[in-house]
């Protein structure tokens, strides 16, 4: 999605306008009220969110049994329409149906099980520890539905980024307003046209559009606001859900590192890296995003890494089934730009006809140079050379926090040095990506790199309210008289003694 831009709304009457030979005279309280009247009339989403709210305000959503028939149906959704979803991301992004398959369809319906195997569980009460003051009382976390609920996704897994926090959102009582990314267009046609006949419309809805829609659908109030993609559309976003102070989750994405150590099996580290970095064509937000390492290893890994990138996708990937393309020419010319950083060591053909950048490694980058200022997000791999690890640690330290941090090294004691001494939204040792595939790790980013976390009960998690519950009886006022006023020193200490957190495991001798 591009950038988001507000519009006063056009009008034929309006401050400043004459009517009828007149000129238009308004106070401020009447010229806030024409432009809130205004917006409500012209925004194109208010009625569908009325029908929306009403729906949650009714309670339809909170029968677990009501969640469960919208997950399985969703879970239908998945296999009947799998041979559509296929050709769909074939043609967005040139997928193969293995990379579909592992990375999108079954992804996402490994949540969807994950979810219906333990919602029983999750949605349960959970009973809390009590002081003296509570001990004959019920204190407990009751796990609300938070409301009406927006999910905006990102077109380079549209089927994953959009499906998986869906599944969270239903199973914690939601209604959702989804919103696919309109540049992978031909799976925004399959959501669309899709979803609404497994879904129930009472409670769902798909709203499609660029930036000019999104913005649209952005003045409206929502009680939270799911988005994955860019930091700049990201900001907007967050601008937009503070006029309505909607708490939200912000999927962004960064410069994830991936340190090689001098002491690793250079082959393994090489196809694991080449894997992770040049599926889906490098459009994935934990890709490593560059390799840093010295210039020993250097030497060491690129054959590896070129011995690697051939028996994947041959001697010439263009003609490779299993290499994607850029999604359109916009982000071609983008990637295309930073082949002008550093030196093409392996790679480096373009075809801008096809969207295609071949599998690609630079070396003798700069840090200065374009290609480590932005995230790539294309199938480009720079290496970035430092002296040892405590510089490659403090250089990874020195940039903000990526959405991933990867480490390659025979010895533990550096990849636990990597995890340590540096921050990420997530980490894995020895592969990269694997940490994604388990629905018991969370994901999600840190400071500039995204805030929140989904994935199995996290994704629960987020979209629940966990609401502190206490139940009293109505007798036993005796007790309370003690908080009551006239306050009194004697009930100060008698109620301190019976509220008060003590301090465990610990031995005073006097």
């Given amino acids: 999605m591009g950038s988001l831009e507000e519009a006063e709304p056009a009008a034929t009457e309006g401050p400043g306008r004459e009517r009828a030979g007149r000129p238009l ?71 193969s149906a293995f990379e579909s398959e592992i990375s999108e369809v079954a992804f996402t319906k490994n949540e969807v099980m994950e979810t219906l195997n333990n919602l029983d569980s999750w949605m349960k009460d959970e ?72 879904l129930d419309p009472e409670t769902f809805a798909v709203v499609t559009g660029g930036p000019e829609e999104t913005t649209k659908l952005l003045e409206n109030k929502f009680d939270y606001i799911f988005f994955t993609g860019s930091r700049n559309v990201g900001k907007i976003i967050m601008t937009a859900a503070a006029k309505h102070v909607t708490p939200l989750t912000l999927e962004l994405g960064g410069k994830n590192p991936c340190y090689v150590d001098e002491s690793c099996d250079f082959q393994n580290a090489a196809n694991r890296i080449v894997w992770g970095k040049f599926l889906n064509a490098g459009q994935t937000c934990v890709a490593p995003d560059y390799v840093i390492c010295s210039i020993t290893t250097r030497e060491k890994l690129m054959p590896c890494l070129q011995k690697a990138m051939h028996e994947f996708y041959g001697s010439n990937p263009r003609e490779s089934p299993d290499f994607g393309r850029l999604v359109n020419n916009r982000s071609f010319q983008r990637v295309r730009a930073l082949l002008k950083s550093g030196q093409v060591a392996i790679g480096g053909e373009t075809d801008e006809s096809d969207c295609y950048i071949a599998p690609t490694v630079l070396v003798d980058v700069k840090e200065s140079e374009p290609v480590m200022q932005e995230e790539v997000f294309g199938p480009i791999l720079p290496i970035f050379t430092v002296a040892d690890l405590d510089e490659a640690i403090q250089f990874i330290k020195r940039r903000d926090p990526p959405l991933a941090a990867y480490a390659f090294s025979s010895n533990s004691k550096v990849v636990n040095q990597v995890l340590d001494f540096t921050s990420s939204g997530g980490f894995c040792g020895n592969d990269i990506l694997m940490h994604m595939t388990l629905v018991s790790l969370p994901f999600g980013g840190v400071g500039y790199s995204g805030f929140g976390k989904y994935h199995g009960k996290f994704t629960f998690d987020t979209f629940t309210h966990y609401r502190a519950s206490l139940l009293r009886g109505m007798g036993m006022e005796s007790l309370n008289t003690l908080r009551y006023p006239p306050y009194a020193n004697r009930n100060l200490g008698l109620l301190l003694s019976a509220t008060s957190v003590r301090r465990t495991g610990m031995c005073t001798l006097q």
């Fill in 25 to 95: 005279t308004l106070t401020p309280v009447n010229v806030e009220g024409w432009r809130y009247c205004t917006s409500k009339l012209m925004n194109p989403y208010s009625g569908r969110l009325k029908s929306l709210r009403a729906a949650w305000l009714s309670g339809k959503t909170r029968p677990i049994e009501y969640r469960k028939k919208q997950l399985e149906a969703l879970g239908r959704f998945l296999d009947e329409k799998k041979s559509d979803l296929f050709h769909a991301l074939h043609e967005d992004l040139r997928k």
């Fill in 127 to 198: 009973y809390m520890s009590k002081n003296l003051a509570t001990k004959f009382d019920s204190a407990f976390i009751r796990k609300d539905p938070i409301g009406v609920v927006l999910i905006i996704s990102a077109y380079n897994y549209p089927i994953n980024i959009a499906l998986v926090p869906l599944v969270g959102a239903i199973a914690a009582g939601n209604c959702v307003v989804l919103k696919p990314s309109e540049i992978s267009s031909s799976t925004e046609r399959v959501l669309t046209e899709g979803l609404p006949s497994y």
